[in-house]
């Protein structure tokens, strides 16, 4: 067979790497066995992978953005997401105003319940009971907690009329610690970690709010608050960043780059590659979600297509995971806990 010249591609090059089959080692930890599978195919290889930019990412200390979507604090995550926090695997959390609602549920003392996806949601209704699939709470605890939230509002008015989210957040962390919570709100606070919901109007928080009509004198400062988001970019940190699911806090970080870039082409005033030097894209970039990219949402479009936009920089290193986060995070937290504390050099 004739072979074309001029083809891009070079056998040489190319098959340098054989794939490593996955053993079974009793002795191996978490991190081992994440290592190793990176060296197997399919989306074994993207979980292993997922450690390995995450560490690095770490390595490079970068500036990490997580945004959090699902419902992933009633499906049991939230410890983890305030491991995450303390131990700054990440520096900012942009979420759906949905978790960080359940987030408080928990923090002031209710709980979320095993249920199974086949109830008859009817006969739930009438006993005031909710699902989200597999998981249950009761409606009567959930409007306590609304209440708390009317309260806490009702508050911060009497401080502030405008807030930004991550005030109003970094406000109820602070708050919640007085009174003796503890979670991901509370560790956020006491590690300076900025919380966004840019959607908080869509979320019991609004629900709560909006039911006090003008009892509340409290706007949010939506602009101020991706005037914030974008400032490492704008002072040229370099960035990484991970999506548990995708929706708006997805696009929320995304966007977040290409503020940047206005911001330094109209504060600064600086030409366009001066502005691809300083805010060039994130360098990292993890996702782990269960959509697919065929149907053309932003949920599940690949991370290379945010580098047609230049959100992503152009030599990133990327990973995209198709995967339940529930599976995923807690393997890759626990492999990153394993992660051996580099020795410092006199």
């Known amino acids: 067979m004739t072979r074309k010249s001029g083809c891009k591609y070079s056998p040489a090059k190319l098959m340098k790497t054989p794939i490593g089959p996955v053993e079974v080692d009793p002795r191996a930890g978490l991190r081992d066995v994440l290592l190793s599978m990176s060296q197997a195919s399919f989306q074994g290889r993207m979980l292993g992978d997922a450690l390995r930019v995450w560490e690095e990412m770490l390595d490079a200390r970068c500036y990490i953005y997580l945004g959090l979507s699902g419902a992933l604090v009633p499906a049991g995550m939230r410890k983890i997401l305030d491991w995450l926090i303390r131990t700054e695997k990440i520096h900012c959390l942009v979420s759906t105003g949905a978790n960080l609602f ?18 008859d949601d009817v006969a739930l209704n009438e006993i005031e009971i909710d699902r989200i699939y597999d998981t249950l709470a009761f409606e009567k605890e959930f409007r306590r907690t609304d209440v708390f939230v009317r309260d806490f509002a009702a508050a911060l008015a009497k401080k502030y009329q405008k807030v ?8 109820l962390g602070a708050y919640l610690k007085k009174k003796g919570g503890s979670g991901f709100i509370v560790s956020a606070h006491e590690k300076k970690t900025p919380v966004f919901c840019p959607a908080i109007g869509d979320s019991s928080y609004g629900i709560a709010m909006a039911g006090m009509g003008s009892a509340v004198n409290l706007t949010f400062d939506v602009i101020g608050d991706i005037y914030t988001i974008s400032t490492p970019m704008f002072k040229g940190k370099k960035c990484g960043v991970i999506y548990l699911g995708g929706g708006t806090p997805k696009n929320y970080i995304q966007q977040a780059e290409v503020v940047a870039q206005f911001r330094l082409r109209n504060e600064k005033r600086l030409s366009e590659i001066e502005i691809e030097k300083i805010a060039k894209g994130y360098e990292f970039a993890i996702q782990i979600t269960t959509d697919t990219p065929q149907w053309g949402g932003l949920s599940g479009c690949t991370l290379q297509e945010g580098q047609s936009w230049g959100k992503e920089s152009a030599d990133a290193q990327i990973v995209n995971l198709y995967c339940d986060v529930t599976i995923a995070l807690p393997l890759l937290a626990n492999a990153l806990a394993q992660k051996p504390k580099k020795r410092s050099r006199k």
């Open 102 to 119: 359940h987030e408080l549920h928990e923090s002031i003392g209710y709980r979320h319940y095993k249920g199974h996806p086949r109830m």
């Open 164 to 171: 930004t989210t991550a005030k109003f957040f970094d406000e």
